[in-house]
Every structure is written in structure tokens, then in C-alpha cells.
């Protein structure tokens, strides 16, 4: 039987990286050779933390390659360009992806191995998993030879409700008007959520914020880049049955086998480093200064982009709820805002011992960190699993995409945090996180799912399982 050997392609974006290189790190611990591919510029902003993060002791089976994503160095690459790396990517990404799994001409089979590095001692290629925003890569792969693995990093809740937009307009369910009373009417189409959702709660590009605006072809657009997973050979989620288990029963038939192998934060170890920004550890010590649970951190993630009176809102809620607080303020992330000058409110306001602000933090130890009460958190997928299995309890405010539905389920389903979406006023903010902050029962929800996703991916739980027939399923597309 071929060595197995998988290339493993995330969209180019850092909630996408962390997630697939924790897969990465769980195939390279399952014995499978991985190379990890970039592009040219997240790898130049990820400089030597990229090879530094091959786990210890197994790095000879894992490497990092790039190909350039086609966008000028000093492009912003944020969330209102989204498009452009999207169509640049397909476009100028396509040959350099093509040429790195090109059949050698001199042994006929996939050559990433010899192409890039003949020292490598990599056998070649057997199998792509790419991230499911890349469906060029798939099909590119599978015309090449190469058996092709859809991975998509969002939460299966939000996956299925892409998958059924065409029967949300169906039942007229869509479109509907971005703000207003309206957004509380409930939502039928989805299987499984019939009594949860309300239209506030779909993946944001449901919205429609102008009545004359047609996003239609947008919201068809993304429901068939969802549905063309089914195309290929597999789907990985990384979520858990426990977690998801209606929407993974819906999602199942309409992929080729579908497996659910998450929180793979959870589950790989040691962590890899795939920061794009530089973190500030300076706030771990910060942290080990404060009482037991006692901090609010609060992140909005790697996108997130807030007005200036939404930051005021914030900063006056979170210093009047009167917990001291950890905010990660990325230099892009408030609109027309002075890194310093932001940084200076949040001092003078929160008063210096009582506020303690960054610009990019190691997010997983602050969640384990002692210190930490609640998560002020976006409910970007990523951020949703590691607080789960740290078992901190969230006060979410949704920004976009998947996110206004992972937070229905935080505060719904399971109960473990507040849902904040659509509101951001400062007494709401300080009534929230008190409640987070104090509440016995959502600490106690919290804690309890920790447990279970940790059983999850342990020896024989349910994730650790569907862990061991992807690898099984992936060496026998390697023979
Ligand atoms: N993150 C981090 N430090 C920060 C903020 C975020 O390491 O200061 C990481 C976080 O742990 C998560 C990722 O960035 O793994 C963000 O992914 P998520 O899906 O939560 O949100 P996105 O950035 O995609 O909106």
C-alpha cells in the first residue's frame, strides 16, 4: 500500500488555517505524511512560526509549501474584499496549485514531492483535503488523479442552512428585509430547526439590507459552493455528534460519507502556531495577576470589523459591569479608528489595572487561563469550539456569516451563553456579561459540554472514532 500523503489546502484566511493545521497535526499523529500549503503571503506573515509549529518529535511528516493567492502584497485582504481573494485565488491560484500536483513526467505519478523538494523524502501525493471554498482545487485534483476531500470549518448548523436556501425561497422564507421587527418571525425551512430559528438567526448573508437590493445570487451562489461538497469523495466537519447531531443526520445524504471529527482543537496536540498576527503573551501575565474567574476577554476574531460607536458602547458596558477585562483589539478592527487613541479609552475608561488590551492574543491559553469568568466572542466557529471545551461561558454578538446561527445554539440549544445579536447598547452590554459572568446554571451548562466534547474526541468517543475511519477511508483512497 502507498504511504499515505495529504495535502491539505484552508482557504487562505486565519480561522480557516487554525483549524485545518489542528487536522494536519491529527493526521501527522495518525502516522500520514502531510504537507500543508499556504499562500506566499500568509506564509511570509506566518515567517518562522510556520515550520516551528510541526509538532515535536513528528515534524519529517509534515511541511509547508505556498503558492501565491494572485493579490498585490499590500492588499488588505479583509472581510470587505472577500470576493477579490476568492476570484483571485481561482483565478492565478489554479496554475501554481495544478503544477505542485502536475503527474511527473518522468515517474507519471503526483509529484508534489520531487517537483518542489527532492530531499523531501515525501512519497507522492495520494490525496487533497481542501478547504470546500476552493472547489476549483477539488476538481482540479480529481482531474489530476488525485482523490479529492471536502473540509469546510464552519459549524454544521450553518452548513445545512446554506444547503437550504433554495427551499428557504421555495417557501418564500426568503428573501426578507435586513432590520426591523420582522427579524423575529420564525423560520420553517431548515430540517431539524423548524421551532429555533428565527430569520435573525440564518448566516448573515440571508439579509437583504436594502429593500431593493437582489442577493439573491449570492445567497444561490454560496447554497451550490455548499451542495458541490456533496461532489466529492468525503465531507469533514469539525464538529461533534453531540454537539450537531440532527443537522449531521440532514447533512449526511447529500454528501459522499460525511465525518464529523471535531473540536479538533481539542484533540491535537501539541497546539501548532499558525498565528497571522504576532501574539501578545504580555497578557498571560496580566491574566495570572487577576482573581479566579474574575476577567472578561473579550475577541471578535480575525474579520470582525466594528463602528467607533459600537466600540463606545462596548468599552462603556464592559467598564460598567465592573469585571476587569481583556480585549484584543486588532489595529484594522475599529472602523476609522487610531490604534492609540482606542487604546487610551479603553486605559483612561477601564482604569489601567482593570483593562488590559492587545492587539492579537494567544486565545486558547487565555480561555484556559483561571482568570477568565466569560467570553465576549463574535461566535466565529473556532472561537465557539474553544470556549466549549474550556468550558467558559459566552456572551455572543454575532458580526456575520455563520455566526448568528452558531450563537442561537449558544443560547438556545446548548445554553451555555447569552445571546446578544443585533443589540449593542451599553446597558445591554453590562447586563449581559454580569448575567454570564454570575449565572450558576450557565457556567454549569458550560462545563457540562466541555466534559462531553472532550469524551468526544477521548479513546472511543465519537469524534476520536469518526477521527479513525476518515483515516482508514483516506489510506484506501491512497492505495
Ligand atoms: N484568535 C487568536 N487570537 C486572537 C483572536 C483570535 O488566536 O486574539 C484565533 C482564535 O483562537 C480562533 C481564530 O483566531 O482560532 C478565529 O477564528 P473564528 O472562527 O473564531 O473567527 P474568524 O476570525 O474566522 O471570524
Request: hydrophobic share 45%; proline share 7%.
Amino acid at each position: 500500500m502507498a504511504a499515505a500523503h495529504v495535502l491539505v489546502f484552508p482557504f487562505p484566511l486565519q480561522g480557516h488555517i487554525n483549524c485545518m493545521l489542528h487536522f494536519a497535526t491529527a493526521l501527522v499523529g495518525a502516522g500520514v505524511h502531510v504537507t500543508f500549503l499556504h499562500t506566499e503571503h500568509n506564509l511570509r506573515r506566518l515567517g518562522g512560526r510556520a515550520s516551528a509549529s510541526a509538532p515535536a518529535g513528528s515534524s519529517p511528516r509534515i511541511r509547508f509549501l505556498s503558492i501565491p493567492d494572485g493579490l498585490p502584497d499590500d492588499h488588505r485582504r479583509s472581510v470587505a474584499d472577500l470576493f477579490e481573494l476568492f476570484k483571485s485565488l481561482a483565478a492565478e491560484a489554479i496554475g501554481p496549485f495544478r503544477a505542485l500536483l502536475a503527474p511527473s513526467p518522468t515517474t507519471g505519478s503526483p509529484a508534489a514531492d520531487v517537483s518542489v523538494d527532492p530531499t523531501s523524502g515525501f512519497p507522492p501525493v495520494t490525496c487533497l483535503v481542501a478547504d470546500g471554498l476552493l472547489p476549483w482545487a477539488l476538481d482540479a485534483a480529481e482531474e489530476l488523479g488525485v482523490p479529492a476531500v471536502a473540509f469546510r470549518t464552519v459549524s454544521a448548523c450553518s452548513f445545512l442552512a446554506y444547503l437550504s436556501v433554495p427551499k428557504l425561497f421555495e417557501l418564500g422564507e426568503l428573501p426578507f428585509p435586513a432590520g426591523g421587527a420582522g427579524l423575529d418571525e420564525p423560520v420553517r425551512g431548515v430540517p431539524g430547526m423548524e421551532s429555533l430559528l428565527r430569520r435573525r438567526d440564518l448566516p448573515s448573508l440571508c439579509r437583504r439590507p436594502n429593500e431593493t437590493d437582489d442577493v439573491g445570487p449570492a445567497q444561490q451562489a454560496l447554497a451550490k459552493l455548499s451542495a458541490d461538497s456533496g461532489k466529492a469523495r468525503a465531507l469533514i466537519l469539525n464538529t461533534a455528534a453531540s454537539l450537531e447531531q440532527s443537522a449531521l443526520a440532514h447533512v449526511a445524504p447529500r454528501m459522499g460519507d460525511l465525518f464529523a471529527v471535531g473540536p479538533l482543537n481539542a484533540m491535537s496536540s501539541p497546539a501548532p502556531a499558525s498565528s497571522l498576527w504576532s501574539e501578545d503573551d504580555g497578557c498571560i501575565a496580566w491574566l495570572d495577576g487577576q482573581a479566579d474567574r474574575s476577567v472578561v476577554y473579550v475577541s471578535f476574531g480575525s474579520l470582525a470589523v466594528i463602528t467607533r460607536d459600537q466600540f463606545t458602547e462596548f468599552l462603556y458596558g464592559l467598564v460598567a459591569a465592573g469585571y476587569p477585562f481583556l480585549w484584543v483589539l486588532r489595529p484594522d478592527m475599529v472602523e476609522a479608528g487610531q490604534d492609540a487613541a482606542l487604546r487610551e479609552a479603553v486605559g483612561g475608561a477601564g482604569g489601567s489595572s482593570k483593562a488590559h488590551v492587545v492587539a492579537w492574543a494567544p486565545q486558547r491559553d487565555v480561555l484556559r487561563h483561571r482568570a477568565v469568568g466569560c467570553f465576549l466572542t463574535h461566535a466565529g466557529w473556532n472561537s465557539t469550539l474553544e470556549a466549549a471545551v474550556e468550558g467558559v461561558p459566552t456572551v455572543c454578538w454575532p458580526f456575520s456569516a455563520d455566526q448568528q446561527i452558531n450563537s442561537r445554539f449558544v443560547g438556545a440549544v446548548w445554553k451555555t451563553g447569552l445571546d446578544m445579536k443585533d443589540v449593542c447598547d451599553r446597558a445591554v452590554v453590562e447586563k449581559t456579561v454580569r448575567e454570564a459572568m454570575e449565572s450558576a446554571e450557565i457556567r454549569r451548562s458550560a462545563q457540562a459540554l466541555a466534559q462531553q466534547v472532550r469524551r468526544d474526541v477521548a479513546a472511543g468517543g465519537s469524534s476520536a472514532t469518526e477521527f479513525d475511519r476518515l483515516v482508514k477511508f483516506i489510506k484506501k483512497l491512497s492505495t
